[in-house]
């Protein structure tokens, strides 16, 4: 398998993420192929992320929780993006790229294409890159069952950490719990933010990147009319 490092999820990603108004069906913007660097070599383990996989991605704040489920295959992916319990939009990327309004059962193809790139929110999520972002340290914290936890810190943001969980079996980092600065006095902190990959399976029907059935195409004006109604 092709495999890539390991880099945490922005903050701007991250509040991207949790704003109600923020949604990946916005008009998507040409990026560039993705690519799969190999592992830093000052990476204390190895950390890889399969060409096929799927997961549901949970990301929770001091205020919110919110529940992705990304699919993988090969340069085909698909997000889902839930309200709770239910699916209400997806974005596929297969033969082109198809919005999936599933409350409405309409899709809708954007002129403007993103090529075989996955969005920047995926690239933050999932495993990617620890390549672009230098950590100062790493700390390995021992292991709990199968998970090998590690406290790392970042050039340049000396005063917050991040507590890496990573899965010895699926050989990928699993949880990622931020940090702020602990107050004077303060022995116990909880994480301003985390993300954490649940359910993750390397098999999946691709039927997952076909339009459902009975669900019609519409135009940009009619898939972007208020969806509340």
């Known amino acids: 398998m092709n495999l890539s490092n390991i880099r945490l999820l922005l903050p701007i990603a991250f509040t991207c993420v949790m ?29 890889r992320e399969p060409q096929t996989f799927r997961a549901d991605i949970l990301v929770v704040s001091q205020n919110a ?49 993103t090529g075989s790139a996955e969005p920047d929110f995926i690239q933050e999520l999932t495993v990617r890159a620890l390549n672009r972002k230098r950590y100062r340290t790493f700390e390995d914290l021992g292991f ?33 719990e931020f940090f702020a600065a602990a107050a004077v006095g303060v022995n116990e902190r909880s994480p301003v933010y985390s993300t954490e990959l649940q359910n993750v399976s390397f098999e999946f029907a691709d039927s997952v990147f076909e339009i459902p059935v009975g669900f019609r195409t519409v135009s940009e004006k009619e898939f972007y009319v208020d969806r509340s109604n």
Do not use: N
């Open 65 to 113: 929780t919110t529940r992705r489920a990304y699919y993988r295959k090969a340069d085909k992916w698909r997000l889902d993006i839930f309200e709770g319990e239910v699916l209400l939009q997806s974005i596929v990327h297969s033969d082109g790229d198809v919005l999936i309004d599933h409350r409405r059962k309409i899709v809708h193809r954007p002129a403007k294409q």
């Open 19 to 47: 704003a109600a108004g923020c949604s990946f069906f916005s008009e998507p913007t040409p990026d560039q192929p993705v690519t799969r660097p190999a592992p830093e070599t000052d990476i204390p383990f190895d950390a």
């Open 144 to 176: 709990v069952g199968s998970i090998r936890k590690f406290r790392a810190t970042i050039d340049g943001q000396s005063q917050g950490e991040v507590i890496l969980h990573y899965d010895e079996t699926l050989k990928m980092i699993v949880k990622q």
